[in-house]
């Protein structure tokens, strides 16, 4: 064999192969402007004290608020109670009619001022009002997710003690059929003709007397209410205490019995609750039913898809939204005189601009919402331009919530708010 | 026809006249053809060709040939490839309509990470800018099914992490015959099918044809066909020219195809699985994939002495459009919206209870978040280009090079128009809301790629020395087509050269080792944003093979080390990814290693009647080796050390028969272990696996000689029925126990 031809036809042929190998790979890009606007931020290292702004909003805006939303659900639990006496007291005459309007009317202020409440504690749904598919909060109030019919069957269910023999437990039972909507429903709706179809009427409703329907659906609103303070507890007991969330928020700052890898995973979590004025109060609340997305009017007005319809309270819930994003945007609260938020954050940052800028566009839209004389039912009917004005002073603030916010302060957007329904 | 096609034929064109010119020249005279022409040309168009000796490439190689294939007679290439060692499949509608294959622990997906060839052309509807393969050649037509795994994977991009699949058409022969294959079996199947070959002198004409229908195995709580009308032609003309220096073969191929199936995404609960496997529930009525794929393809062969060039001029125009429940609509409010696969794995959990039974009809829609989203996903597709390969042998001092050596230029395109409209569930029946039409996906995503590789065999002895290459030079183009997103584009540019080496050691003419390293590679597509890396693995692998006619042992180990696994999110994966729909995700550093063994043998029982047999059996280990968190829903929260999803860890299969001269029977066996649905936590289907599962199918047939053949098939004798996926959304069946009664005729 003639090895130095075999050798040096070897190497020519191991020098064109391997001589490849150390060619280094090369990618390059342009893109326009447009593209990927919504990008995920990695996160950069910031100066900030991030775990400033966490302390001072887990500790003084957001448990407050849930507080504050126990104690308003126990208030409500006793003045059903005591609405629900007069109205059994009312149809045997222990009771005037008087007395049984006053408590109806205090009821009715009551589930009011716990779904002002509320609406505040929907701007920051974390930890456990989101784990398990968001199984707490949805117990607790579930629109949009809504439906009269069911609430009308569960109180002929409640009343019968037992479903088809087995006995009834309201804790078993779907989100349709408890929680402050159907509490609003049962409380505020007038109507004592139940709202089904043929096919799902409840069962011998149509036979009842108006007092009994009366006092049916106020004594399953007592139900509702009992079952509405059991889940507020799970809630805080989820929330407070050594182990709760409340306190793994607080740690995350690197100290250990955190669920965060680090304090801006939890800061993205805040944030994350945040972009519910985009998604819920901008899209649901106001541009469903202005029909600049498909509804149940083809695309007009539509009253029927508003949030709390029969307590015409949708404006108060969407003001609430907004002071609710005020407080955790700008960590001011009457509880301490830390007042670290987010636009703090922006400023530490460089970007006071943005920080102003939302902040004046929350202003503006409470002072915009403020301005209403009518009830958002009639201004959608009469007035649809000012509807319209409160949605675009909302995206005013969304927009930029979209981008410099997000960029400015290297946080992800939520998936939910992700694509551009704008 | 286009500019594209037009400068495509152009350099085909200039590729075939230059090499007729050269021949004609040479030629003096037209001889007949041989058998031995038209095998080497028929040997281009394959992987690994059709020895008779020991195969001494460095990877693991299985050919089914059309023997084989007739055995069973089967449509559906995931019953096929389970004679194939180290190939993993998620099977979906049962018919094998749009089949998931992977090799080597790579996920199955669509099968976009391996290559799909037929003819040695790259079949996938978009293999660079889309390469989800929803479109996959009939396989009843096949007269062989390669799949090569291993350091010659270089030579077949773009996907060189796996492995290639090859499907050889049916080539003009030289005699003039022909087959008509008709066939009746359960649920109302059919098949029709048949071909005839005619040769004019030099010239030679084959026409081919099938049709395959079903009325489905599923029942639709509405009524109604949940089956498929698949169809086929391809027409080829060939003409063989001889000449003193140079042979040559030039072939235009024309193929059309079209399905209309009524496939869905939505399967079913566990619960309702276990008290009806093949129920279809109501929401699932409007389910149609309806496509059609176009075909032209000229190929040029020109062989010498001790050379042979093949250069293919190729263009597939591939149209589907796919309606099928999407979703329902969007509450906009992450605490209500669930996606289907949320609503399926925990059908009575909270606010899953209303949207189920809107699901199963029953309940009607109320509110708006009760209403169903009916999507077409219509999408037009092109693949085209030139490829030209030089195969050469030579010597140089005592060494014989065997050099194999190609360029690729390659063009495809996928253009997606994607629709949805609302729909009421009203008495168990889908009731359009009225609303108006909304585009919720427009754009283009186009690939322009030069492919090179190289690559020198060196005969040395006993030992044959492998070196070559294979580079890659993508640029690629991306493009949102919406009304307002004229600046949502990108430009991109990849190269990327792909390094292996291999060795094969011969103990003997009937045995030899082999080992071989090379890179892996899957490229992103076009609008991807270039923080998406590319699938990047180094690949080992070391074997062992056995042949002495009909006993072939071969015995592979390999190992995969991935320096970044990626997978995208297609509608196929989850109903959560149609917002998303295409997006890839990287999990970073994985590892795979695995087993591949074949046996194959006979013996005779007696002077009449031979048992040929044939054992296999995969060993996969696919692990993440990076912890992180995904919002893929495949994957979901990982840690390092969780196992990559729809990855059996242990697969078998025997196949056993009885043949004397006029009848067979054969019994095919095989077992797949139990897969994992999703990797990590907090995704929908964490924890949850298929079922492992046996299966037999048994098939015979009776040779009447001159008055055809009859033969009878039964897939899934047991019958057992189990859930062979829980993707897209929900438990799937696997297909139940089917008789086939059929009969050909060949001249």
Known sequence: MNYRASISSLAAAMTIALSTIGCSDSTSSTAGSQFNDNANNNGTPSQFDEGKLVTNLTNNILTPAFEEFDQLASQLNQSVITYCQSEIGFTTGSIDANQRDSDRTQARDDWKAAMSSWQKVEMMQIGPLIENQSSLRNKIYSWPVANTCAVDQDVTFFNAGNINGTPYNVANRVVTRRGLDALEYLLFNDNLEHSCTA???????????????????????????????????????????????????????????????????????????????????????????????????????????????????????????????????????????????????????????????????????????????????????????????????????????????????????????????? | MNKNIKSLFKMSALSVGLSVAVNLSAQESQTPNTDDDKGDYENRLLIVGQNNTLNTEAGSATIIDEVQLEKYEFDDIHRILAQVPGV?????????????????????????????????????????????????????????????????????????????????????????????????????????????????????????????????????????????????????????????????????????????????????????????????????????????????????????????????????????????????????????????????????????????????????????FEQLLIGVNDRTFYSQGVQTDLNLKFEWGDITHNIKTGIRYHEDEIERFHTEDNFNMVSGILVATGAETAITTANTERSKVWSIYLKDTLELDQWELTFGFRSEIIDSYYQNNLVGFENDWLKKSTTIVLPGVSAFYSIDDMSGVFAGLHRGFIPTSPKQSPEIEIEDSTNLELGYRYFNQANRIELVGFYSDFDNLKESCTASTSSSCFSIIDQEFNAGNAEVFGLEASWADR??????????????????????????????????????????????????????????????????????????????????????????????????????????????????????????????????????????LGYKYRW
């Open chain 2, 603 to 740: 013996f005779s029982l007696s002077n009449d009647i031979d048992v040929p047999w044939m054992l296999t059996y995969s060993y996969t280990s696919a692990e993440f080796q990076e912890t992180f968190d995904s919002d893929f829903e495949l994957w979901g929260d990982v840690s390092a050390g969780d196992s990559v999803p729809y990855l059996p860890e242990h697969q078998l299969t025997l196949d056993i028969g009885l043949e004397a001269s006029q009848w067979r029977t054969n019994l095919m066996i095989s077992y797949v272990d139990e897969m994992n649905e999703a990797a990590g936590d907090n995704v929908a289907l964490s924890g949850v696996m298929t079922d492992a599962y046996w299966n037999l199918d048994l098939s015979a047939a009776y040779d009447f000689m001159d008055y055809g053949t009859v033969y009878l098939k039964a897939e899934n004798v047991l019958d057992e029925v189990n859930i062979i996926s829980r993707r897209p959304f929900g438990a799937r069946p696997s297909k139940p126990q089917q008789f086939y």
């Open chain 1, 199 to 422: 096919t799902t009427a409840p069962a011998g409703w149509d036979n009842l007397s108006e007092r009994q329907r009366v006092e049916q659906r106020c004594q399953f609103a007592v139900e509702l209410t009992d079952d509405l303070r059991n889940n507020v507890d799970d809630f805080l007991a989820a929330w407070s205490g050594d182990s709760g969330y409340a306190q793994s928020l607080l740690n995350a700052s690197a100290q250990p019995g955190s669920d965060f890898e680090n304090i801006h995973e939890a800061v993205n979590r805040i944030s994350d609750a945040i972009f519910y004025l985009d998604t819920v109060t901008k899209d649901s609340k106001l541009a469903i039913p202005l029909g600049l997305f498909e509804n149940d009017c083809q695309q007009n007005a539509c009253p029927e898809n508003l949030e709390s319809q029969f307590a015409n309270h949708s404006l108060e819930n969407i003001r609430s939204n907004l002071i609710a994003i005020r407080a955790v945007f700008t960590g001011n609260s009457d509880q301490s005189n830390d007042n670290t938020g987010f636009d703090d954050y922006l400023i530490e940052e460089g970007a006071e601009a943005t920080a102003t800028n939302i902040s004046n566009a929350i202003d503006n839209a409470i002072n915009n919402i403020d301005a209403y004389q009518v009830t958002l039912n009639d201004a959608l009917v009469n007035s649809t331009n000012n509807v319209q004005a409160t949605h675009d002073q909302i995206k005013a603030i969304t927009d930029q919530m979209k981008t410099d916010f997000i960029t400015q302060l290297a946080l992800q957007l939520p998936a939910s708010s992700a694509g551009d329904n704008d």
């Open chain 2, 88 to 368: 993993n499949i998620r099977q979906e509608d049962g018919y094998g309509l749009r089949p998931n294959i992977g090799f080597r622990g790579v996920t199955p997906e669509r099968s976009k990470k391996i290559n799909i060839l037929e003819d040695g052309i790259l079949i996938g509807p978009a293999p660079y800018s889309a390469p989800a393969a929803y479109y996959f050649p009939m396989v009843s037509r096949m007269t062989s099914v390669e799949v090569y795994k291993g350091p010659s994977a270089i030579l077949y991009g773009p996907n060189t992490v796996a492995g290639t699949l090859n499907m050889l058409t049916r080539q003009v022969s030289q005699d003039n015959e022909g087959m008509v294959d008709v066939s009746y079996g359960s649920d109302a199947y059919s098949k029709f099918h048949g071909y005839a070959i005619h040769n004019f002198d030099n010239l030679g004409v084959l026409i081919e044809g099938i049709n395959l229908q079903s009325d489905g195995f599923k029942t639709l709580d509405s009524g109604g066909d949940t089956g498929f009308d698949k169809k086929d032609i391809t027409t080829k003309f060939r003409y063989d020219l001889k000449g003193e220096q140079f042979d040559q073969v030039f072939e235009l191929k024309l193929g059309y195809a079209d399905e209309l199936s009524n496939e869905t995404y939505l399967g079913l609960t566990d619960e309702d699985f276990a008290l009806s496997p093949f129920r279809r529930y109501a929401a699932s009525q409007l389910g149609e994939m309806d496509w059609q794929h176009e075909q032209v393809q000229f190929n040029h062969f020109l062989q010498g002495e001790n050379f042979d060039i093949t250069t293919r001029a190729y263009r597939n125009d591939f149209e589907r459009a796919w309606r099928k429940l999407n979703n329902f609509r969007p509450s906009n409010n992450p605490a209500t919206q669930r996606s289907l696969q949320d609503i399926l794995s925990a059908p009575s959990e909270g606010i899953n209870a209303i949207y189920y039974q809107v699901l199963t009809g029953q309940k009607d829609s109320e509110g708006l």
